[in-house]
């Protein structure tokens, strides 16, 4: 299965936290699967859509943008957070994937707002 993994908190910078599921995502699924990690420059097995993840205040247009390069073949693409769900939208609508939308902590009370 192809996967697209799109993070904007990548790799971990302390305990907890989504970059922490995000990390364990990538590590459990590409053991089994072809999995493309969509986030920022701050890993080397990233491709960088995001500026500097401590400046990102939002999902910009120029993310989407940059995301559309990436469009070929996912059979799912998954957001680890809402700042990635934008990017992630567009991208599994582009490429015809389903999407899978993760929340977590303070992020569902963040949205409604």
Not at 6 to 24: C, D, L, M
């Amino acid at each position: 299965m192809r996967l697209s993994l799109v993070t904007y908190q990548y790799p971990p910078t302390k305990r907890g936290g989504v970059a922490n599921i995000s990390k364990h995502l990538y590590t459990y699924l590409s053991k089994k699967h072809d999995v493309a990690l969509i986030g920022n420059k701050d890993h080397e097995d990233a491709i960088p859509i995001f500026d500097d993840f401590m400046k990102v205040k939002g999902a910009t247009y120029k993310n989407v943008l940059r995301i559309l390069k990436y469009r070929s073949g996912y059979d799912w693409v998954i957001a680890t957070e809402e700042i990635a769900a934008f990017p992630a939208f567009v991208l599994a609508k582009v490429s015809g994937s389903k999407l899978c939308i993760y929340g977590h902590g303070t992020a569902m009370t963040q949205m409604r707002k």
